[in-house]
């Protein structure tokens, strides 16, 4: 949709301002109560989602272009969803996420492309990546020595889609290497694209630059065919996104896995068994794009229309992405399996969770908000007592690994995989 065709959402509106805000009632303390990272960071209307609605109007009538600081409002956003999800607790005609991301395009439409964001495109075009200053030839490092079918020349029902961030970062590699290891050892006929292995651009789709995002995509959903893929099993959060909304919406029929799920299943089956004792007190981090963001798509034609000229429908009952059916207690049972160890939660969770800061690549657009957010969610992880903050994301990761929090205290950051192969 374009950004024109939300004019009804900016007006309908209610001002509410659930979406800086996790529900009322999940709110166990004023302190980690607030759930939108760049108002959080600016601590200014315009940058929620109510504040980019009303702002949006000003733009469709000519009334002002893109300002420095609307541009900031605009792509500093992490594209994270709380203020979707929070917005669907009571509304559901309103649409925040897709409305910020629409947003996004229209000011990359009109020529506000930040010198980063040009530096992302070129290496996406040259590189098939957006790691700026990565190179294809290294991309498929990671998995020297495995026993990996090369789908693309021998067919592969499953194949293991690391994403760029494993791929590229020497101190994640291992992680991925370590996740395909377990499933090949479990008996799965693993395969990976081989030369036609590349990013998945829902970064690109995140920072609004839609072009890229459809050459790229489509490129992968023609290998994926050509190789006979059945069944897509990736760590990384991003790409899971990817790949079970975005590349459904463009008609890829394949099953999704993140990890995590799999490692899930395999315990449940008795064919992992996680013996070796991790004495230590954790506390979990749920990904925006495995959690909230992580629900199936659901196809859907329909029209809007309104009883009594004034209650908005949709004829047929258009689905409600409200964050409840993501991956949530997966990755806790695997935690759960594991001897010795112990969680503990912090107040924000499941689809509530604060972003880390990562999305949308704003550690590289706004790396001053990102930082700041994911201090702020080390704060919160600090606050539970735990040793170690545990992900199932390498972004949020990466950007947790030099956060401190307000007192400049860190926290030990630990991948889920790396937890479960200390455990075997």
């Known amino acids: 949709m374009a950004l024109k065709d939300f004019r009804p959402m900016m007006e309908r509106c209610s001002n509410c301002l659930g ?83 629409a947003l996004k395009a229209d000011a990359v439409e009109k020529g506000n492309i930040l010198p980063v964001q040009k530096e992302m495109i070129a290496s996406l075009k040259k590189e098939q990546t957006m790691i700026i200053g990565a190179k294809k030839a290294n991309r498929s490092a990671w998995a020297k020595g495995l026993k990996l079918k090369d789908a693309m020349k021998e067919g592969a029902e499953v194949i293991f889609f690391p994403g760029c961030k494993y791929s590229y970062d020497k101190k994640l590699q291992g992680y991925a290497r370590t996740a395909a290891e377990l499933l090949i050892n479990a008996g799965v006929d693993l395969g990976y694209m081989g030369e036609a292995d590349m990013c998945c651009a829902s970064r690109a789709y995140q920072q609004g630059l839609m072009a890229d995002f459809d050459a790229r995509s489509e490129a992968n959903i023609k290998a994926f065919k050509k190789a006979g893929v059945k069944t897509i099993v990736t760590p990384c959060s991003d790409c899971y996104y990817a790949f079970k909304r975005l590349y459904a919406a463009k008609g890829l029929e394949v099953e999704v896995l993140h990890v995590v799920e799999y490692i899930d299943k395999l315990i449940s089956e008795k064919k992992l068994k996680l013996k070796k004792p991790v004495n230590m007190t ?35 009952r258009r689905p409600r992405y409200n964050g409840a059916y993501g ?40 790396p001053e908000v990102s930082k700041f957010t994911a201090n702020e969610r080390v704060t919160e992880a600090n606050s539970t007592g735990a040793e170690a903050l545990v992900t199932a994301c390498p972004w949020c990761e990466s950007n947790f690994a030099s956060a401190v929090d307000e007192n400049g205290k860190k926290i030990e950051v630990i991948d889920i995989i790396d937890l479960v192969s200390r455990a075997l």
Request: with cysteine.
């Open 19 to 101: 979406c800086k805000w996790i529900p009322f009632d999940k709110i166990q303390s004023q302190r980690f109560g607030e759930n939108c990272p760049i108002n959080l960071y600016y601590e200014f209307h315009i940058y929620s989602a109510r504040g980019k609605f009303q702002a949006a109007q000003g733009l469709l009538d000519g009334e002002y272009g893109y300002t420095d600081a609307l541009l900031a409002s605009t792509q500093a956003c992490t594209a994270c969803g709380a203020c979707d999800i929070a917005c669907k607790v009571c509304r559901y005609n309103l649409e925040p996420l897709d409305f910020n991301i």
């Open 282 to 316: 954790v506390t979990y981090h749920d990904p925006c794009h495995l959690g909230r963001l992580g629900e199936p798509y659901v196809a859907w034609n329909g029209t809007e229309k309104k009883i009594m000229n004034q209650v908005h429908t949709w004829e047929p």
């Open 327 to 366: 991956i949530y207690d997966a990755p806790r049972r695997v935690l759960a399996a594991i001897p010795g160890l112990t969680l503990v939660e912090m107040e924000r969770i499941r689809e509530y969770a604060l972003c880390c800061g990562a999305g949308a690549a704003c550690e590289q657009t706004y």
